[in-house]
């Protein structure tokens, strides 16, 4: 099993920056395949925002290409992934959520980002 705890969100004015992190933490750490952050804004689906392979591939959806930064580390006993968000604008507005995959996913409990004047 992995816990996945989220922190970072809150309210930004436009063209702001945020920073998420998800620690990733139990006994199949060594089994994840690749972290997410996933987004569900308003009226839409959740959506992939970007994601970090554990060789260290990076890939992001069309609308934050160099915007949003996605990083990993690790610890002895726990996995960092941070997402850098830079240049945010309202249609980010939405609750971010850490993803992990192993032989199932893991979802943290998702984090508010506003990004509002």
């Known amino acids: 099993q992995v816990q996945l705890v989220e922190s970072g969100g809150g309210l930004v004015q436009p063209g702001g920056s945020l920073r998420l992190s998800c620690v990733a933490s139990?006994?199949?750490?060594?089994?994840?395949?690749?972290m997410s952050w996933y987004r569900q804004t308003p009226g839409k689906e959740r959506e992939l925002a970007a994601v970090?392979?554990?060789?260290?591939?990076?890939?992001?959806t069309e609308s934050v290409k160099g915007r949003f930064t996605i990083s990993s580390s690790r610890e002895n006993d726990r996995k960092t992934v941070i997402l850098q968000m830079n240049g945010l604008k309202p249609e980010d507005t939405g609750v971010y959520y850490c993803?992990?995959?192993?032989?199932?996913?893991?979802w943290g409990q998702g984090t508010q980002v506003t990004v509002s004047s």
């Open positions: 993803n992990a995959a192993l032989w199932k996913l893991y």
């Open positions: 139990g006994e199949g750490l060594l089994a994840i395949n690749t």
């Open positions: 970090i392979t554990s060789g260290g591939n990076t890939n992001y």
